[in-house]
């Protein structure tokens, strides 16, 4: 089985205290219903073409906060309806700055070349603890000039992957538009939701009714994995050699129900990834 993996970014500008990677997993049947779905949803009055969280709660859609939270309620519970697993992985931009910037080759020298290293091998793991078969192929959102190095990035690590990852790592990831792109729109929730959670929420909170808050939270409550990359694992990176950067997360795994328990299992360790070479 082919699975197909959609992920966006969140806080990727420096001044942002925390940089996102998430998203979704599913198979393309379930995509392609959720797409055609998702433009029946945003084409009810009022309309919200082209919906991003961002422009959600901004002045872009002429509607009253009422009008917004049953169409964030209904995206949300589309979403899950139709994705299969979740992903996310996280950086400090701080610590980021503070412990690695100006100290890798260039190549890598980017919280992107962190983050995307984790989702996929990541997700690799999560499908051997979960008996999950098949391979993924990943769809990211539209990133200019880092995805030519992501690609690169890509190559290294399937090859140099033991075999038990390298049957879950599917074609070359490629980097699309969400506009074209729907389940990237899926990708947005999440990503949005983890980041405002740990960037800005106490700050400026966002107020959502109780059914809206509801279907958000059950954004996060499927099956799949979820990676911090602290400072010591940034300290780790910083200290590994160039030709063979080591990378560590501490990651969570929420495996499905086994038949014995309604409840996911929740595996929870300090990871580290096989590491790639810089170049393929």
């Known amino acids: 089985m082919v699975l197909e993996g ?12 925390i940089f996102v990677l998430a998203g ?19 084409d009810q009055e009022p309309k919200s073409p082209d919906f991003k969280m ?47 910037r100006n100290k890798l080759i260039p190549e890598i020298d980017n919280p992107y070349y962190v983050l995307f290293y984790h989702v ?24 200019g000039k880092i995805g030519k190095k992501v690609r690169n990035w890509y190559c290294a690590i399937r090859n ?15 980097f699309k538009h969400d506009t074209t792109i729907l389940p990237l ?9 983890i980041h405002r959670s740990h960037d800005q929420e106490q700050s400026h909170p966002v107020q959502l009714d109780q059914d809206t808050t509801k279907n958000i939270t059950a954004l996060l409550s499927m099956p799949g994995s979820t990676c911090n990359v602290h400072a010591e694992d940034l300290e780790q990176l910083v200290r590994s050699t160039a030709a063979t950067p080591m990378l560590q997360a501490h990651c969570g795994f929420f495996l499905p129900p086994d038949g014995n328990d309604d409840s996911g299992k929740l595996t929870s360790s300090s990871y580290s990834p096989p590491r790639p070479d810089p170049s393929c």
């Open 160 to 174: 140099l992957a033991p075999p038990e990852y390298q049957s879950r790592l599917g074609a070359e990831p490629i």
């Open 54 to 100: 961002t422009k959600a709660f901004g002045s872009q859609y002429k509607w009253t906060p009422e009008q917004r939270d049953k169409r964030i309620a209904d995206l949300a519970s589309l979403v899950s309806r139709k994705a299969e697993y979740r992903i996310d992985a996280k950086v400090a931009w701080t610590d980021y700055n503070r412990i690695v």
């Open 120 to 143: 996929i091998l990541t997700t690799a793991r999560f499908m051997n603890l979960a008996g999950i078969e098949g391979t993924i192929d990943w769809v990211f959102d539209e990133q």
């Open 6 to 17: 959609y992920v966006d970014d969140s806080g990727s500008s420096p001044d942002r205290n």
């Open 24 to 42: 979704y997993i599913s198979t393309a049947n379930q995509w392609s219903s959720f797409s055609n779905e998702w433009e029946l949803i945003c």
């Open 185 to 193: 729109k899926a990708a947005d929730m999440l990503a949005w939701h």
